[in-house]
């Protein structure tokens, strides 16, 4: 056949009209859903308007009270509330700061009276008339502090002749003013000196110092009960009435911290050892350090131990078994 299709190719087109059928189905079953349409609601029916109110017709005469009318009742006043104030709230106090702690003194001062108080150390010694015979070099004491002797280096012919010579100490007179600061020995008019010693059997004509009884103060050694050392005395001061009030003390653990303070003379303690009277005062290195130094013309504060405060009956430990006292 030449002018129509031929088999094969018509079979050729029913086969890609088939084909093209079922992929047109496969798309539609699928292929994606169209969106579901949704309903829109009714819009609300909008409100009717209301009718205008009709105004009321007017009265033409007043209605008569069929009731009689009822007398108003008067009501009391109410009573006034006394209400009391409340008290005040206490307002809240902070405690009061604590009290300062006050250091404990470790030493006791005496300030000595500067108008009659001296160093006996190289004190001018005269006669009664004024005329000077020699200078105090050293004071001896018995066991109980208290002077005894006075050791004088009498002075001879341009320190020819000089000589020391112990007297005894109720044979002076002491007037430790800062002007007129002497020591008056009671010899007759034209006696010497030594010759006075001479007639007092209690003191030697010479510097001797063997006595075991009487221990001369310059230059001894002061030692606490222990045999620690506490310096050395250098001088002793005098008033007016022939009293020791103070020894000046040498002290200082080092050559270049050494110095001077005065020591009260209630301090000071004489005890007897191996046979020979020594010189004691329990102050300890604190104690010295805060002691004021001595210096020449300047206020004299002597030093002491302070004294230990007893514990009062409240604070005192209870022994053991015992109940405290109430």
């Avoid at 044979?171 to 800062?178: D, K, R, S």
């Avoid at 005890?271 to 009277?277: E, H, I, N, P, S």
């Amino acid at each position: 056949m030449s002018g129509g299709f031929s088999p094969r190719g018509l079979s050729r087109y029913v086969f890609i009209w088939v084909l093209l059928t079922m992929l047109a189905g496969c798309s539609a079953l699928f292929g994606p859903k169209p969106p579901p349409v949704a309903e829109q609601p009714a819009p609300a029916p909008e409100p009717e308007p209301e009718p205008p109110a009709q105004p009321e017709p007017e009265a033409s005469a007043p209605v008569a009270a069929s009731a009689p009318a009822v007398a108003e009742v008067k009501k009391a006043p109410p009573r006034p509330v006394h209400r009391h104030p409340a008290p005040p709230r206490p307002t809240p106090t902070e405690p009061p700061p604590p009290a300062p702690v006050v250091p404990v003194p470790v030493i006791s001062t005496r300030l000595l009276s500067s108008n009659d108080t001296r160093g006996l150390l190289d004190a001018r010694v005269q006669r009664p008339d004024g005329k000077t015979v020699g200078r105090a070099i050293d004071m001896f004491v018995d066991k109980n502090g208290k002077p005894q002797a006075l050791l004088v280096n009498l002075s001879g012919f341009m320190g020819i002749g000089d000589r020391k010579v112990r007297f005894p100490w109720s044979a002076f007179m002491f007037n430790m003013a800062a002007k007129k600061m002497a020591v008056t020995l009671a010899v007759p008019q034209g006696q010497p000196p030594a010759s006075e010693a001479l007639k007092k059997p209690a003191a030697a004509p010479s510097g001797n110092t063997d006595d075991p009884g009487l221990l001369h103060i310059i230059d001894a050694t002061v030692e606490r009960s222990n045999g620690s050392r506490v310096g050395r005395v250098i001088d002793v001061l005098i008033d007016n009435h022939a009293a020791p009030q103070a020894a000046i003390l040498d002290v200082g653990r080092l050559m270049h911290d050494r110095r001077s303070i005065a020591a009260d003379w209630s301090a000071l303690h004489f005890v007897r050892k191996d046979g020979a009277l020594e010189v004691e005062a329990e102050l300890t290195d604190k104690q010295l350090d805060a002691a004021p130094n001595y210096e020449l013309d300047r206020p004299i504060r002597a030093v002491s131990p302070a004294p230990v405060a007893k514990p009062t009956a409240e604070a005192r430990p209870t022994e053991p078994g015992s109940s405290p006292s109430r």
